[in-house]
């Protein structure tokens, strides 16, 4: 298999450094932004958007860690994975990396949203 050249000249120490670091800042701030609001959600809060429209949507404000939690999982599966595929597979090793921060980025995109929703 043919491998691009700007894919050979990626630093694979820098690329999971800089992925690590943004998933877990997404994290990190999804986290705050939860303990933050905690005494201003209401006793429901929109989060099962895959449900029919009405309270089978709604769920208690403590199932929204779930969503930092899932990021976290995220990251160390997708870390972990990347790890065995850094030196055989070089495309396979930049799709995980970077999927850690696009993720986490739109786990906490969806966090705000329910946060402004909701309060």
């Known amino acids: 298999m043919k491998t691009w050249t700007f894919i050979k000249s990626i630093n694979p ?41 009405g309270e089978e949507r709604l769920a208690e404000p403590i199932l929204l860690w779930l969503l930092p939690l899932a990021s976290l999982a995220t990251i160390i599966i997708n870390f972990s994975l990347s790890r065995i595929f850094r030196e055989k597979e070089r495309v396979l090793f930049l799709l995980l990396i970077w999927s850690i921060p696009v993720v986490s980025g739109l786990l906490f995109y969806t966090l705000l949203e329910i946060i402004f929703v909701a309060t």
Request: aromatic content about 20%; proline content about 7%; overall charge positive.
């Open 13 to 53: 120490h820098l690329a999971s450094l800089t992925s690590l670091v943004a998933g877990l800042f997404f994290v990190l701030l999804s986290a705050f932004l939860i303990w933050k609001n905690t005494n201003n959600f209401p006793l429901a809060v929109p989060l099962w958007f895959s449900k029919p429209w």
